[in-house]
């Protein structure tokens, strides 16, 4: 249980800090090679290409449920797309998936149904924490 405990709280900072865009304390919890999935592919990105990706995907995310296990975790959230100006351009629930590994986020996957983020997982409904 601690183990899972310490990859939701990572998680969680993770996912403040993309809101924030604060680089420096992303990068010191992401892992040097950090892989990303998502509807547009998969993309490996180094701790520089972090800003970019982060521009790219405009997105702000809320967490409403927590599902993990050791290392995997899902956050179930919602998503709002942003334009450069900060006005909403669209609204999704998102299910993401990271893989912590040593204390810093390894991977990272982004589903549209909670389904396919459990198939990917290997998470379960019995996972949920809250």
Not at 18 to 44: H, R, Y
Not at 50 to 65: P, Y
Not at 71 to 91: M, P, T
Request: with cysteine; charged share 35%.
């Amino acid at each position: 249980m601690k183990d899972t405990l310490k990859t939701v709280a990572i998680a969680e900072n993770w996912t403040e800090w993309c809101n924030k865009k604060n680089i420096d304390e992303l990068k010191a919890i992401t892992e040097e090679e950090f892989e990303v999935s998502g509807p547009k592919g998969t993309a490996v990105l180094d701790t520089e290409g972090i800003k970019d990706w982060l521009n790219r995907a405009g997105i702000r995310l809320e967490t409403f449920e927590i599902y993990a296990d050791n290392n995997k975790i899902i956050l179930s959230q919602h998503a709002e797309w942003l334009e450069q100006d900060g006005s909403v351009k669209g609204r999704q629930d998102v299910y993401t998936f990271l893989t912590i590994i040593n204390d810093k986020v390894k991977s990272l996957a982004r589903f549209d149904d909670k389904e396919d983020a459990f198939e990917a997982s290997g998470l379960t409904e019995d996972n949920k924490l809250r």
